[in-house]
Structure formats: structure tokens, C-alpha cells
């Protein structure tokens, strides 16, 4: 696999906070989305997001080159659950998932030509989409939408609204509720699956057969609308966050731009080339 173009950027401007990562290797490519943490618990002195990133990384390096999606999910899922146990807090974070360490991923696989998902990352492959959003966020940054907009109707300053984003103070409770949704085994319209430690249900692990792609594009939840060139992708999100930084109109989000900082969530963006 070539790289053609990769780049990895934090919301914050600050890079060691980068939640998001990057995998590439003879067999493998990915993206990694460390899921932005919903309570104050850090491992190891890391946010959760930038921990369970790191672990799947890591992890990434020791696949046979022949593992199915269903075999790399399981391994990734082990390695997560191994931190919890050496750090005696498994059957904690087993009660109450919303303080797990957890990310969304997207893998192309060289040997099955095969594109794997978990949660809420995207992909571009010859031009055609491939994305696995979740339901709950669509309601939740409508929600977090009509909120801000009674803020203002009710005389609160579009500034104000930047400095202190009172839209997601709303819904944080709702962010952590939704936690019971995480990787449940029963039947929801708000399941979604991660990688957190715990079993991934099998219909949460989307696959995908490729014909052969002369490009495919991974990319994290960090680019509104995902183009063939990293240019393009990171015009539009220019374009986006100038028409709407607090992300509740033009693209509505779960979280819009705090005040210094330069998105809304940190950002990693890998265009491979395959060759035979």
C-alpha cells in the first residue's frame, strides 16, 4: 500500500491532545477516533479517547496479515480490556460503560480487500461513501440545536454561546446516558458499537467487499463531508466552521468550536493507493 496523503490534527491546536490516530503498514491502513470522554476518570494521566487510541495502535502492529474483521475486532477489544484489569477497575467500567476508554475505527484490509468499520468513522473508496453514523447523535445534535436557538431568541449573545457552550452542558446528560446503548446485545434503535473493552456485537462490525479500489480514503468523524483530496476535505470544514463554529445549523454536531480552539473535534484524514 502507498500513502498518497495523511494528516492528523487536534481540535485544541495542541498535538499531544490528539485523541485521533494513524495506522498504516504492509497489510493494514486505519484511522482511529478516540470518542471524546463524558466523565472526568483518566488512565494512566490520558483522557480515555487518547488511551484506548493508543492502545488500538499499538495493538494494530501485532495482526496476521490473513485476520478477519470479527478476529481483529476481538483483538483490539482484548487489548482495552487488559488495561482495565491490570488497573483493577474492570468490573467498574463494566457497570458503568460511560466511563470506559473507547473509539470508533476503520480499517481497509490489503489481504481481503475488505473495509471494516466500528462506529462512527468514514471512508471514501473510488468515490463511493461508506459511513456508520450514529442514530443517537443525529437526535442528540437536534436536540442540542433547538436548545441553542431558544438561547438566543431568549437575548444570549452568538459570542456568549462560543465562550460557554451551554447546547452541550444540555445534553451531557443524555451523552452519558446513551452509554447503555454501547455495544448492547439488545435489540435498540440507538445501539451503536465501539471498541471499549467489551464484546462488539457482530452486526455492529460493518464489512465491506471491494472491487479491486485503486483509492480508498479512511478518515474520523472530525470532517463534515470527506473529498478525494485532503485539500478539498479540509476546505469544506474551513468553509463549515466560518458559516457555523458552534456546529448547530449549517452541520449540526454534538459540539461546536470552544473559544481557542481551532474545530470541533480533532481530525485524521489517510488516502492510500493499492498496488499488486
Known amino acids: 500500500m502507498k500513502v ?9 491546536n495542541r498535538e499531544s491532545e490528539c485523541e485521533d490516530s494513524i495506522f498504516v503498514s504492509d497489510n493494514f491502513a486505519a484511522v482511529i477516533d478516540g ?5 472526568v476518570r483518566k488512565f494512566e494521566n490520558e483522557t480515555s479517547g487518547l488511551k484506548c487510541s493508543q492502545l488500538i495502535k499499538k495493538a494494530l502492529v501485532d495482526l ?16 482495552v480490556y487488559a488495561m482495565y484489569r491490570e488497573l483493577g477497575i474492570d468490573d467498574h467500567v463494566k457497570n458503568y460503560p460511560a466511563e470506559r476508554a473507547s473509539a470508533c ?36 445534535s437536534d ?3 433547538l436548545f441553542i ?10 459570542e456568549e454561546m462560543l465562550e460557554t457552550d451551554s447546547g452541550r452542558e444540555y445534553i451531557l ?3 452519558k446516558r446513551q452509554a447503555v446503548f454501547q455495544n448492547s446485545a439488545t435489540e435498540n434503535d440507538y445501539n451503536y458499537g465501539v471498541i471499549d473493552g467489551f464484546k462488539v456485537p457482530e452486526k455492529e462490525i460493518k464489512i465491506f467487499k471491494l472491487m479491486h479500489p485503486t483509492s480508498v480514503i479512511l ?49 485524521a484524514y489517510l488516502s492510500i493507493s493499492s498496488s499488486s
Open 4 to 12: 498518497s496523503e495523511q494528516f492528523l490534527k487536534s481540535k485544541t
Open 35 to 39: 470518542v471524546t470522554g463524558k466523565s
Open 64 to 79: 496476521p496479515e490473513d485476520s478477519t474483521a470479527n478476529q481483529v475486532v476481538d483483538f483490539l477489544t482484548s487489548a
Open 105 to 140: 475505527i476503520a480499517v481497509y484490509s490489503k489481504y481481503r480487500n475488505e473495509l471494516w468499520m466500528v462506529g462512527d468513522c468514514q471512508c471514501l473508496v473510488d468515490g463511493t461513501l461508506y459511513s456508520n453514523p450514529k442514530p443517537v447523535d443525529a437526535v442528540l
Open 143 to 145: 436536540i442540542r440545536s
Open 149 to 158: 436557538q431558544t438561547e438566543m431568541k431568549r437575548g444570549r449573545s452568538f
Open 173 to 175: 446528560p443524555l451523552l
Open 219 to 267: 478518515a474520523t468523524d472530525g470532517y463534515p463531508r470527506l473529498f478525494d483530496t485532503l485539500a478539498q476535505s479540509e476546505a469544506y470544514l474551513k468553509e463549515i466552521l466560518l458559516i457555523d463554529p458552534l456546529c448547530f445549523h449549517e452541520f449540526k454536531s454534538t459540539k461546536g468550536v470552544k473559544t481557542g480552539d481551532c474545530s470541533f473535534d480533532d481530525r
